[in-house]
């Protein structure tokens, strides 16, 4: 039995992640089918059912970001991790179906990026958390080793901290405790203080360099290239609203716009 569990779980992992990753190539194979099969009107980016899908592909897309306040604002992370993947996979078939597989294009661009994004956030969700549990049940020390200097600096630092905490959470444990929005809202002042010593407590221990890069640094690379992203498509959303012409380059204005300029 102990040898099959865990060869179900990896197999069950497999499949999420298999699922995850084709969620953009199936939509971009059935954007295609949709060019080809729904009449001119319909299967243009911009005609009233692909600006629709679009709409509710991009609001379906910044729900994603309720995972990450969730965990911010102390809510229940599970319930938040729920949506933010519900919702980032039913927000990217959306958006790549509104592309009307137009995806070779400056606004096509933001699909690659999506697909991207998508990718890390799938290997974040399915193989990182494994690889997080065998790095620190197998290594003999966790952090980079301290010496006597260090050591001192660094009960320095959570003597600190357990200071500023008695005055941001007091009923909170320094081992524990994690800020969220509500204390950066409440105390910013103190909630700053508090997580520049973190800091400097994660670069004396060495807590990046104890792990390999891609665990180091694939959540950070995810999280800015979300914002990327959502940058990106309000700047795709201002253009084709208030720029229509430019957007346009001389071609035939088919889709809803308020003003023309460029």
């Known amino acids: 039995m102990k ?8 197999v069950f992992l497999d499949i999420r ?3 995850y990753i084709l969620i ?4 971009v194979v059935l954007a295609y089918t949709l060019a080809n099969v729904l009449p001119g009107e319909l299967s243009q980016p911009g005609s009233p ?6 709409i509710v592909g991009t609001i379906l897309l910044i729900i994603t970001f309720y995972g990450v306040l969730s965990k911010r604002f102390g809510l229940p992370s599970r319930f938040g991790t729920v949506i933010h993947i519900i919702s980032g996979c039913l927000g990217t078939f959306l958006v790549i179906l509104h592309s009307a597989g137009n995806i070779l294009s400056i606004p096509g661009s933001l699909i690659f990026l999506l697909f991207i994004v998508i990718l890390l956030g799938s290997w974040l969700r399915v193989v ?21 200097g260090k050591k001192q600096k660094l009960k320095e630092i959570i003597s600190s901290k357990e200071i500023l905490l008695s005055e941001v959470e007091p009923s909170a444990h320094e081992g524990l405790f994690s800020l969220t929005f509500r204390h950066w809202i409440r105390s910013p002042l103190l909630a700053y203080n508090y997580r520049k010593l973190e800091k400097i407590e994660e670069e004396i221990v060495g807590q990046r360099a104890s792990v390999e890069p891609a665990q180091a640094y694939c959540r950070q690379l995810h999280q800015a290239l979300s914002w990327l992203l959502l940058v990106g498509v309000a700047v795709h959303v201002i253009t084709v609203t208030f720029f229509a012409n430019y957007v346009a380059d001389g071609r035939l204005i088919y889709w809803w716009h308020i003003k023309d300029w460029g």
């Open 3 to 10: 040898k099959i569990v865990p060869a179900i779980n990896s």
């Open 17 to 19: 992640l298999l699922f």
């Open 24 to 27: 953009s190539p199936l939509a």
């Open 49 to 54: 059912l692909m600006q629709s899908l679009a």
């Open 128 to 148: 990182m958390p494994t690889n997080f549990s065998m790095t620190f049940g197998t290594k003999l020390r966790g952090f980079a080793p301290l010496d006597e």
